[in-house]
């Protein structure tokens, strides 16, 4: 066969989903190679008494350079058990080699048809010296026969063996071409894998009823981001957030209490029954545990807590003017949608108002399950591009605050600062701050401009200026 690795069922199953949802070739040896190597655990090899004279020479030697390079660990620890980006490195990967692949063919390709025909020869020669010996053995007259045979045989294999030695003589020679090309494809590779992993992080919907939905839901929501300029931006930040987040909550401690009525399905990993965990005792199986954690497909506890009240809600202003446009705006917005995402996790509400201009303005309001993925794709693709006025902002957030269901909640207004307000306007929404006992904390884009005039510091509680804080900094501490 052409495939060196022997990949499990679950495996094959979730690479052959990938492929159909890809428009890929299931088919393809060094495709399937490249996938098993980056998405199992633990990867297996075939026999090389099953593979290919091309499998066992030019793939296996391809697939050593790889997970020889320094920079494979790293690509494996982010691709194992996600099935949408180890798909889009090992396309990714394998497209980068093709230059490779297509020397390494012309460098051997002349012998290994010889190779092959040997390989044919050895192996019908080998299954006749079998039976001649059988034969032998019952008939001592047939010796003669089967003495002739085995020396057949014999130079056969010495044939294969100067073959196979010519093929890695010119293999070698490609050596250092073969090493840049790896080296550049694995880069390219980790590329592809974070994106991947940041889009279905960011924009996955969790609705999918199987592994095929999820991964084409996956390819649709990639292409959409990769078409979209400032969403590529987004989703980049945004998914090193939410995996920060994630860090961070490993951290939290949350109590079990509560009295436990029912078993569900779902994957809330605090109720897991034992059965389940079982499932990451083997490399084997936790492929499964996390098809069925995908699926929302977990056996667990269902409890009756008690209901605590949490922090209040979060209004964040985000300017959207053509002045923030490219990284400022992408920080920005990816920024906001992880405040979205910490106060989804605490059940908090929470509304993103959209500004730019006079007039410009957009409220997108997240309360706790009363939103989809499409609701947060629509507000990150969203971007006014205009002006920049700070009254229309304040005062829908305070509209917001007296008017809705966000009476609790405060204010992050996130801004390059590029506008002034009068003292009479700073005062009234001042009083108006005060009256509607919210704080607001001031985010300023001011990397460009450091030490730059803010004019809502007149009201903020708080001001935080990218100029004076490493934006990781700031961002863990907003989020905290």
């Excluded at 593979?51 to 982010?78: C, M």
């Excluded at 010996?133 to 026969?145: G, L, N, Y």
């Excluded at 980790?190 to 996955?204: E, F, K, P, Q, T």
Aim: glycine content about 8%; hydrophobic content about 40%; proline content about 2%.
């Amino acid at each position: 066969m052409d495939r060196c690795t022997r990949p499990t069922r679950l495996e094959r199953m979730a690479f052959h989903d990938s492929c159909t949802a890809n428009g890929l070739d299931a088919a393809a040896p060094l495709l399937a190679d490249l996938f098993h190597l980056l998405y199992a655990y633990t990867y297996r090899w075939g026999s090389e008494k099953e593979l290919s004279p091309k499998a066992r020479l030019v793939w296996a030697y391809l697939l050593d350079g790889l997970q020889d390079n320094g920079q494979f660990a790293a690509l494996h620890h982010l691709c194992r058990g996600e099935d949408s980006a180890a798909m889009e490195a090992a396309r990714t990967v394998r497209q980068a080699l093709s230059e490779a692949v297509q020397g390494i063919d012309r460098a051997a390709g002349g012998l290994l048809p010889v190779l092959e025909r040997l390989t044919r020869r050895h192996d019908t020669a080998a299954e006749r010296l079998y039976h001649l010996v059988r034969d032998a053995q019952a008939d001592p007259a047939k010796t003669p026969e089967a003495l002739r045979a085995a020396a057949e045989t014999a130079s056969t294999a010495e044939q294969i063996r100067a073959v196979s030695g010519m093929i890695r003589d010119k293999l070698r020679k490609r050596q250092v071409e073969t090493e840049a090309a790896v080296h550049t494809a694995l880069q390219q590779g980790m590329d592809a894998a974070s994106l991947a992993r940041y889009v279905r992080r960011c924009w996955g919907d969790g609705t999918s009823e199987n592994a095929a939905q999820q991964a084409a839901h996956d390819r649709e929501m990639l292409d959409r981001v990769k078409s979209n300029e400032m969403l590529l931006g987004v989703t980049r930040q945004l998914g090193r957030m939410k995996e920060m987040l994630s860090e961070l909550r490993k951290n939290d401690y949350a109590h079990g209490r509560g009295e436990k009525y029912s078993i569900m399905r779902g994957r809330d990993l605090k109720n897991l029954l034992s059965g389940e965990l079982a499932l990451l005792a083997s490399p084997a199986t936790t492929p499964l545990f996390l098809r069925k954690y995908n699926a929302k497909g977990l056996l667990q506890y269902a409890k009756r807590e008690r209901v605590h009240k949490g922090h209040g809600g979060i209004i964040v202003c985000l300017d959207e003017s053509g002045s923030t446009k490219g990284e400022n705006a992408e920080w920005g917005k990816a920024l906001a949608l992880a405040v979205q995402d910490s106060c989804a996790h605490e059940g908090r509400k929470f509304a993103l108002v959209h500004f730019s201009g006079a007039g410009q303005i957009r409220t997108d309001r997240f309360l706790p399950g009363q939103y989809t993925s499409a609701d947060l794709l629509s507000a990150a693709e969203h971007f006014f591009d205009g002006g920049t006025d700070f009254e229309t902002p304040i005062r829908e957030a305070l509209r917001l605050i007296n008017e809705e269901e966000f009476e609790d909640a405060d204010i992050l207004f996130i801004t390059d600062g590029r506008r002034s307000i009068s003292d009479e306007l700073a005062e009234q929404l001042r009083d108006a701050i005060q009256d509607a006992r919210c704080s607001v904390v001031g985010l300023l884009l001011d990397a460009d401009d450091p030490g730059m005039t803010f004019s809502l510091d007149k009201f903020c509680e708080k001001i935080c200026r990218v100029s004076e804080m490493e934006r990781e900094e700031m961002e863990k501490s907003i989020l905290n």
